[in-house]
């Protein structure tokens, strides 16, 4: 059985190699290190070379950004992310909450990084915080990028969960499906196709908290237990689906 999370900021942790031996050590052999900016994004392929199992996600997180992306931005992701480590643009999106920058300079680095996407033929990995409704009317109009995209930390309901399937996205969710009080988002999880369904950490290092890739066995069994499932069942799907966006560029081959 293979498990694989979906989102974890590995370039973030002074020791990535324990983080990678500890995942192995619970099933979990496909990570995607997402990246915030140009640095990180380096980071993250450096490290997508140094252990097996690990690509990287290469872009601007909205919240991140102190300035509109310029074209020599622009020409820096795209150098990173025709890197063979690479398999995701990401994570890239839309921020109502702690973004520096307006609703319009978000949406114009947002589509610039779609853009890119379409260009190299890369999945994204989404993030929308309190901008759903911009982001749908964003892939309403212009429509998804080529090979795919993937809401990361989806928290929201059944009624959010079927607009977004209805445009095609995957979603990806986290430890929120493990906590009782969140009941709207665990009776999404019910109804959401196990082929459009992701699991990830959204791991990162802060005070207090432990989360890392090796907890995503915690949230596939809490997955399979609000579907009345198996583990096995859950852990396939999730990981094919996240073998299927990446397509050759993922360390595990494609799926057919």
Not at 44 to 49: E, N, R, T
Not at 114 to 132: E, K, Q, S, T
Not at 236 to 247: E, F, K, S, V, Y
Request: glycine share 8%; aromatic share 4%.
């Amino acid at each position: 059985m293979i498990l694989a999370d979906a989102h974890v900021h590995l370039h973030a942790y002074a020791d990535p190699s324990g983080i990678v031996t500890r995942a192995r050590a619970r099933g979990v052999h496909l990570l995607v290190a997402v990246s915030i900016d140009l640095a990180s994004s380096r980071r993250s392929i450096d490290l997508a070379a140094q252990f097996a199992g690990v690509v990287a996600a290469v872009g601007f997180h909205p919240s991140w950004l102190t300035a509109p992306l310029t074209p020599a931005d622009l020409t820096a992701l795209e150098q990173l992310a025709r890197h063979p480590s690479v398999g995701f643009i990401g994570e890239i999106g839309l921020d109502g909450v702690e973004a520096k920058l307006s609703v319009e300079d978000q949406r114009q680095a947002f589509r610039a990084q779609l853009d890119l996407a379409d260009r190299l033929g890369l999945p994204v990995n989404l993030h929308i915080r309190d901008a759903f409704p911009t982001a749908i009317a964003e892939f309403a109009a212009r429509g998804l990028p080529s090979a795919g995209a993937v809401v990361h930390y989806f928290v929201g309901d059944s009624a959010l969960a079927g607009q977004l399937l209805d445009l095609g996205l995957y979603l990806s969710v986290g430890k929120p499906v493990i906590r009782p009080e969140n009941a709207a988002l665990r009776a999404a999880i019910r109804g959401i196709p196990l082929d459009r369904l992701l699991l990830e950490t959204d791991a990162y290092p802060l005070p207090g908290r432990t989360t890392e890739p090796a907890d995503i066995g915690d949230i596939a069994r809490e997955v399979a237990r609000l579907r009345g499932c198996s583990l096995e069942e859950v852990a396939r799907a999730t990981t094919d689906n996240l073998r299927r966006l990446l397509g050759a560029r993922g360390p595990l081959g494609a799926v057919e």
